[in-house]
């Protein structure tokens, strides 16, 4: 799907032209958005079409409620526009303008695209400047999402017609623009191999993707994959507890991604090929920095001086990376804890902190952000077999603690803990995020509209916070006290790897914190919830690749 900002309303054709041949290829759109007040939103840039407009409105008795719709496929406009401007007009409605967001906007987006994607090839939307920075943003992301589609194993594929949306809107919404676009790149990759089948999916086809994203961008990325051989030497007992009832081989696939290397160190200033204009985006942040609760600024702003006070504070290197940890089980069958047999087929989904990571890596390709990161994919198939892992096994990790595991199924803390060992010992991160589809608890406690996000650092926090605020990809923020650590003492070893019956988010949670050494900056996103959809319309939903970018956005920015 092509989408491109533009300044003049949609092509159109001489009536003489018409009269000749209606071409249905060069047909054209133009979307116009209503509120349930009837005003016309981008009224000013639609004078040619106001009369047909209201018409419109009152003869088909529209009320603009959000999602409403009505088409006009008369090519004949009112008199003045007859001769110039004969295309079919879809009025859209977005309900109150004030209570614009992300989930309507995405509502919105993708009833634009339904409606006309087999009956025109090209739709031009006319937003004027009624959607603020990020509102735009989530609106492009929405509509580009809205066109993707996993049909590759039906014998019979559609073929939309609409190949183009453009998107008439003020020119200083380009970099937004070039920024959505990354992130659709990057979220089609994630549900791409999301969706993938688990006998397709194994940990080797995840690393075959990631060392793919290399070969594409050699400048950018480099992939290193370590097997189990390589794992066993380096002492990774946990993750290979998971592997070892698998035929399949488990991997521990590297990201590197240079960024900040490759433009910050630019002997002659040109970053003209990163999309980001840092001096727009500063601009954009502190308009943002203003809005934002004084108090979580002024408490950050606090922490900053007191660190830039005290000389003996170890201070992050700039070019230090931040790691992404993604959860990869490729296929989840709960191992000798089996699972229920309804729904396991989903278990496919298990892998997809992973696809996560690997989009945003993509993403990140795409953009060309000045930052440097690593994704960590964490893979492995939890099957039951004579080799598999007993309940009541001990398995010492990588970090020399004792783990006993007393269910197989709280598998995806296991490949963590040591993945989150490893990236310790090799990358002193900045700051460690891992994203996980990590437990049914989560879904309890927050159904399927917010990641949950737990942290032992208030800054990495904040700035997930509002991440999640300005992608509209959002998290909810979990406790992690203490006293809930007392759940996961083991009587036999250091740790258990389950707490019990409450609060089994936060327990996972407490788990990982284990592993984390003093003073490295954290945090784990649940994602079982969100990751993808259930049910007859299963299928990935490419988050948290907007909120991962939004940060990453930012952050880079704030390097
Ligand atoms: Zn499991």
């Known amino acids: 799907m092509n989408i491109k900002l533009t300044q003049s309303l949609p092509k159109t054709h001489t009536q003489k032209i018409l009269k000749k041949e209606a071409k249905s290829k060069d047909a054209a759109c133009l979307v116009v958005l209503i509120d349930d007040k009837k005003n016309i939103l981008a009224e000013s840039v639609l004078s040619d079409y106001q009369t047909r407009i209201e018409q419109l409105i009152e003869v088909s008795h529209f009320n603009g409620k959000a999602c409403e719709t009505v088409a006009d496929y008369a090519l004949a406009g009112d008199k003045k526009t007859t001769k110039e401007n004969p295309v079919q007009l879809l009025l859209v409605g977005v309900g109150n303008v004030d209570k614009l967001r992300h989930s309507v906007l995405e509502k919105i987006a993708n009833t634009i695209y339904k409606s006309t994607q087999k009956r025109v090839d090209s739709i031009t939307v006319a937003l004027g400047d009624a959607l603020e920075e990020n509102h735009f943003s989530q609106f492009a992301l929405s509509l580009l999402a809205a066109s993707y589609r996993f049909d590759k194993y039906k014998s019979e ?35 791409d191999v999301a969706n993938e089948p688990g006998n397709i999916c194994f940990p080797a086809y995840m690393a075959e993707q990631a060392q793919e994203l290399a070969a594409t961008y050699p400048d950018l990325l480099k992939v290193t994959v370590l097997g189990e051989k390589e794992m066993s030497a380096l002492g990774m007992n946990c993750f290979l507890s998971v592997a070892q009832g698998s035929t399949k081989e488990g991997k521990l696939v590297l990201m590197e ?31 943002l920095a203003d809005k934002l609760p004084s108090k979580a600024t002024s408490k950050k702003a606090a922490k900053n001086a007191k660190q830039d006070s005290n000389d003996d504070v170890q201070v992050a290197n700039d070019d230090s990376p931040i ?41 990140l390709c795409e953009a060309r952000l000045p930052i440097n990161v690593v994704g960590a994919l964490a893979c492995a198939e939890n099957m039951p077999s004579g080799e598999a892992t007993r309940p009541g096994d001990i398995i010492i990790a990588m970090n020399g603690k004792s783990v006993e595991i007393l269910n197989t199924d709280a598998e995806g803390r296991l490949v963590l803990c040591d993945t989150l060992c490893y990236v310790q010992k090799y990358y002193q991160p900045k700051a460690i995020i891992d994203v996980a589809t990590l437990t049914g608890a989560c879904v309890v406690a927050l159904g399927h509209v917010r990641s949950a996000v737990f942290s032992n650092d208030e800054d990495v926090l904040f700035d997930l916070e509002n991440a999640s605020h300005l992608s509209g990809d959002l998290i909810w923020h979990m406790p992690m006290d203490d006293e809930y650590q007392a759940q996961i003492d083991s009587p036999i070893a250091d740790i258990q790897n389950i707490g019990g019956k409450g609060a089994g988010a936060v327990t996972a949670a407490c788990f990982l914190s284990r592993f984390i050494e ?17 049910g007859q319309d299963k299928a990935a939903t490419g988050r948290p690749v907007p909120l991962f970018m939004q940060y990453l956005r930012n952050s880079a920015n704030m390097a």
């Open 323 to 363: 790691v992404l940890v993604g959860k990869g089980v490729t296929f989840d069958s709960g191992g000798i804890s089996i699972k229920p047999g309804a729904a396991m087929d989903e278990m496919k989904f298990d892998m997809g902190g992973s696809a996560a990571v690997i989009g945003t890596l993509k993403a």
């Open 518 to 534: 003093e003073g490295q900056a954290w945090a784990h996103l649940d994602i079982a919830g969100t990751a993808w959809i259930s």
């Open 257 to 287: 991604y240079r960024g900040k290397s490759n433009f910050s160190v630019n002997a002659d200033g040109d970053t003209s090929k990163a999309i980001i204009n840092s001096a727009k985006v500063a601009g954009g942040l502190k308009a």
């Open 157 to 191: 594929q559609q073929t939309p017609v609409l190949t183009d949306i453009y998107l008439l809107a003020e020119p200083s919404l380009e970099e937004s623009l070039n920024f959505a676009q990354a992130v659709f790149t990057g979220q089609s990759l994630t549900r």
